[in-house]
Nanobody, 117 residues
Framework: QVQLVESGGGLVQPGGSLRLSCVASGFSFSNYYLYWVRQAPGKGLEWVSVINTGGSSTYYAESVKGRFTVSRDNGKNTLYLQMNSLKSEDTAVYYC??????????WGQGALVTVSS
């Protein structure tokens, strides 16, 4: 059974930092691209970042470039998203997903990040 479980969400003040984790099981982790996607309250899904199988290539939405860093540990079947200089507009439910280039397959249940003073 394929599973992805996010953790690390919470309440943080503007300008603060959080690190999200996504622990995966039930598939060959190192063979899949991994994605972070978010959904702000009342809005649609927004792709945030993607990392290739080996972790050598990463891509980011313009809205988070320079502030967020995606990484993966294939030995621990874990995906990370380091989020710095957080803004109120980063408030959202953050989902991790596995997939192929330009295609997501299985999603986690999401982790809520709230940026507020």
């Amino acid at each position: 059974q394929v599973q992805l479980v996010e953790s690390g969400g919470g309440l943080v003040q503007p300008g603060g930092s959080l690190r999200l984790s996504c622990v995966a099981s039930g598939f060959s982790f190192s063979n899949y691209y991994l994605y972070w996607v978010r959904q702000a309250p009342g809005k649609g899904l927004e792709w945030v970042s993607v990392i290739n199988t080996g972790g050598s290539s990463t891509y980011y939405a313009e809205s988070v470039k320079g502030r967020f860093t995606v990484s993966r540990d294939n030995g621990k079947n874990t995906l990370y998203l380091q989020m710095n200089s957080l803004k109120s507009e980063d408030t959202a439910v953050y989902y991790c997903a596995n997939g192929r280039p330009y295609l997501t397959l299985t999603w986690g249940q999401g982790a809520l990040v709230t940026v507020s003073s």
